[in-house]
C-alpha cells in the first residue's frame, strides 16, 4: 500500500513536471512526432501530387494525378489542373491539354480571367477524349467540379468519366 | 453506508491566511507572465494590456482558489470568460482574414482551415487504416495546423485526462454560463440514461466519418460552428446543415442549460468529452466518494454539471468516467466526503495536497491555453473600444 502511496505521488508529481514543460518542450516534441508520422491530407481536399506541368508561354499548367474518392465519399474521380501564375495569365484563356501525357489532346479548357481577384470564376470544359466529363458554365459545385483561384493559381478540377 | 458525523478526519474546509495563500499563489503569478509575454510577444500596446489583464486575472483566480479552498466557482468565472471571449477573437481573426465566418472552397484546398480538437477521436480510425487525415487542413504549415494541435492536445490530455473539458476546452463555458444563470433548474429530473448520449454520438459519427471520409460530426452535428465558422452554403444541403449547427446551439447550449443547470451539450452530446473519458483511466488525479463521511444526501450529485455521479458510483465511492474535475461536488459536499484523491495513495489522506497538486498542473494548463485565448478576445474587445 506505501509503495503505491509513493507511486501515485510520484506519477502527480510528474504530472506537474509534465505540465511546465508542454509549453517549452513536450507541445514541440508531440507536434513533430505527429508531423512526423507517414499521413497526408485527403486528396478530395489538396488535389493529390503534382504529376507534372506543361510550360506555356508565360504561364504553365501543374496537371495532378488523378484523386479517386474513397468508399461512400459523394465526390467523383477527378483531376486537377493549375494555371499559375494568375499574374502572367491573359483576360481569357483557352488552352488544350494533354493530361495523360501520351501526346494526344484530351481537354478544352475555358475561362476568364478578371481582375478582380474575388470575382467568381467560371470555366467551360470540352472533352476530347472520352476519359473525361464535360462543364459548362461551372464554378465551384463540389471538389471534384470546379474551378478557384487560390493563392498564385487558378485550379479547375475535371471529373472523370471512369476513375 | 456509513454516517458517522465525527470522524476523526473530519475537518471543514477554512480558508488559508493571506501569507500563506500569496506564496502558494506565486508560481502561478510568475507562470502567468511567462506565458504572457514570452520572447516573441507582440509588442503592439493593445495586445500587451491584453496579455496584462489576462495575467491578472489569472492569477487573482488562482490565489482565490487557494485562499477560500474552493476550486469550481473560480474556475467557472475562468471557463465562462474563456467560453465568451473565444468565438469573438476568433470570430474577428476570420472575418479579418476572409471576411466572412464561412470557410470558403478555396481555403479548405489551400489546406488553411484551422484544426479544432472535437475533430480528432474522427480522424483516428481514417488515418488508421488508409494514412489519410479526412480535415481540410494541413498537417505542418501553421500555428493552427493539425500536427500543431494535436500536439498540443496530446501533451494536455496526459496532464489533465478527462479535465480538458474543464480547464481547456474553448466551447464549454457557454454553456456553463448558461447553466449559471438561473438560480434553480426548472427540468430537474434527467433520465440518467443520457450519460450514453455521447458515446452513441462517438461512435456513430466515428462509423460515419470512416464510411464518408470526411470529419462528419463538423460536418453535420457541431453545435459550435454556429459561433465559429462553417462551411459556406453552396447548395440546400448547406443551408440544411448551417440549420442543424444553430438549432443544436440553441437547444444544446443555451436553452437547455438554463432549464436544467447542467451542461447539457457535454453531458448528452459531444463525442469529443466522450474520447476524453477514456484518458481519465489513465490521469493520476480523480474525484473520490469517502463512504466513512457520506450521508448519500446527493447533494454532489445535483451541483455536478456533468451528471458524473450517480448513485450506483457514490455508493462505490468514486465519479463516473466522464468526471471533469471541475471540483464542484468537492465544493458543494457539506461534509466533505467528495474529496481530491491522487491513485495509490488511501482516500482521506491529505485531500488538499492532491487539490493543489492538480490545481497547479490543471491552471499551468489553463494559463497556457486557455489564457492566451481570454488574450487575444480581450485584445479585440480593447481594439473595437
Known amino acids: ?163 | 453506508m456509513a454516517t458517522n458525523a465525527c470522524t476523526p478526519h473530519f475537518t471543514p474546509a477554512s480558508p488559508r491566511g493571506l501569507l500563506r495563500s500569496l506564496l502558494l499563489t506565486l508560481p502561478m503569478a510568475i507562470w502567468s507572465v511567462l506565458m504572457g509575454f514570452h520572447p516573441g510577444t507582440s509588442t503592439d500596446p493593445k495586445a500587451l494590456l491584453a496579455a496584462a489583464v489576462t495575467a491578472i486575472f489569472m492569477t487573482v483566480l488562482f490565489f482565490m482558489m487557494m485562499r477560500t479552498g474552493t476550486t469550481y466557482r473560480w474556475r467557472r468565472y475562468f471557463f465562462v470568460t474563456l467560453g465568451v471571449l473565444f468565438p469573438i477573437g476568433f470570430i474577428y481573426n476570420m472575418v479579418l482574414a476572409r471576411g466572412t465566418m464561412g470557410i470558403p472552397m478555396e481555403e479548405m484546398i489551400a489546406g488553411r482551415t484551422p484544426f479544432c480538437f472535437l475533430a480528432i477521436p474522427l480522424l483516428i480510425v481514417p488515418a488508421a487504416l488508409t494514412r489519410t487525415i479526412v480535415f481540410p487542413g494541413s498537417i505542418t504549415a501553421s500555428g493552427h495546423a493539425i500536427g500543431v494541435m494535436v500536439g498540443l492536445w496530446l501533451a494536455m490530455t496526459l496532464v489533465l485526462g478527462k479535465g480538458w473539458c474543464a480547464y481547456a476546452c474553448f466551447f464549454g463555458g457557454i454553456e456553463e454560463g448558461m447553466a449559471a444563470v438561473p438560480k434553480r433548474a426548472k427540468i430537474r429530473k434527467l433520465d440518467p440514461r443520457w450519460r450514453y448520449g455521447p458515446w452513441a454520438v462517438l461512435l456513430a459519427m466515428v462509423l460515419l466519418s470512416l464510411a464518408l471520409f470526411e470529419p462528419a460530426y463538423c460536418t453535420w452535428l457541431c453545435p459550435f460552428k454556429a459561433v465559429t465558422e462553417y462551411v459556406t452554403a453552396r447548395n440546400a444541403i448547406g443551408l440544411m446543415q448551417n440549420a442543424i449547427f444553430i438549432v443544436l446551439f440553441a437547444g444544446l447550449v443555451i436553452v437547455l442549460p438554463l432549464l436544467t443547470k447542467k451542461r447539457t451539450q457535454c453531458s448528452f452530446f459531444c463525442p469529443f468529452g466522450a474520447f476524453q473519458s477514456i484518458f481519465n483511466k489513465i490521469s493520476i488525479f480523480e474525484i473520490k466518494i469517502d463512504r466513512t463521511r457520506c450521508h448519500s444526501c446527493s447533494v454532489c450529485q445535483n451541483a455536478c454539471p456533468n451528471l458524473s455521479l450517480s448513485k450506483e458510483s457514490i455508493a462505490r465511492g468514486e465519479a463516473l468516467m466522464s468526471c471533469m474535475k471541475c471540483g464542484a461536488c468537492v465544493d458543494a459536499c457539506p461534509r466533505q466526503a467528495a474529496v481530491w484523491h491522487i491513485k495509490g495513495t488511501t482516500i482521506n489522506w491529505k485531500p488538499e495536497r492532491a487539490r493543489l497538486m492538480f490545481l497547479y498542473a490543471a491552471w499551468a494548463m489553463a494559463i497556457m491555453f486557455g489564457g492566451s485565448i481570454i488574450a487575444s478576445g480581450l485584445f479585440t474587445i480593447i481594439h473595437f473600444l
Do not use: C
Open chain 1, 1 to 163: 500500500m506505501k509503495l503505491r502511496a509513493i507511486l501515485g505521488y510520484t506519477a502527480a508529481g510528474m504530472t506537474v513536471l509534465v505540465a511546465v514543460l508542454v509549453p517549452f518542450l513536450l507541445m514541440g516534441v508531440f507536434s513533430n512526432g505527429v508531423a512526423a508520422l507517414p499521413l497526408h491530407v485527403d486528396e478530395v481536399y489538396s488535389g493529390g501530387p503534382t504529376a507534372r506541368a506543361i510550360q506555356m508561354g508565360a504561364y504553365s499548367i501543374n496537371i495532378h494525378r488523378p484523386v479517386t474518392p474513397h468508399f461512400l465519399q459523394s465526390e467523383k474521380p477527378f483531376v486537377q489542373l493549375d494555371w499559375t501564375p494568375v499574374s502572367t495569365l491573359p483576360p481569357h484563356v483557352s488552352d488544350v491539354v494533354d493530361v495523360d501525357g501520351d501526346g494526344q489532346p484530351d481537354l478544352r479548357v475555358s475561362f476568364d480571367v478578371p481582375q478582380d481577384a474575388k470575382a467568381p470564376l467560371r470555366v467551360d470544359v470540352e472533352p476530347l477524349n472520352p476519359h473525361y466529363l464535360p462543364m459548362r458554365n461551372v464554378g465551384k459545385e463540389g471538389f471534384s467540379r470546379l474551378i478557384a483561384r487560390v493563392d498564385n493559381s487558378i485550379l479547375v478540377r475535371v471529373p472523370l468519366a471512369h476513375p
